[in-house]
């Protein structure tokens, strides 16, 4: 997303909410060049059809409330409002739509595992743990390799403020 300011183009969102009964999505944003936050206003596209490729053959398509009762369910008890875990899944729905109208079953999983890992750990491990058959302490430091350098660096640096 373009900052308003300087005009990069690269950002980190850090709220998401769902607006107008979850057909659109408010996004605080702050900027990676420039540090300064900005909110945008994002319709969920649903014009065309995401179909999912299941184990053995089976298809069908796309369930975003799916997405949002696994997400509901590793975030529960953590300090998420409804609104705000629909705004994930609109977010993994989003990150689906850019790349192919095809998608598997465990693409899916990634993508909620990265979100998940993004947002909050105890929710990640949860997930993980339930979608991976996790059963040693190892299988999650394992699994944490796949995430991007750039989201643990950043993780680093949250810490560093928080601190
Ligand atoms: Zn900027």
Redesign the pocket.
Known sequence: MR?P??F?DEDRVVDSRTVDDGDAVRRRRE?L??G?RFTTFEKVAEDTKIVVLKRRGARESFDREKVAQGMRAALKNRPFSDSEIDALAADVEEEIRSFKEEVTSQEIGQIVLRRLFEVDEVGYMRFASVYKGFERLQDFTEEASFVSPAVLEKREDDRDVGE
Do not use: E, G, K, Q
Request: aromatic residues 12%.
């Open positions: 900052c300011y300087c990069r900027c060049a420039c300064r």
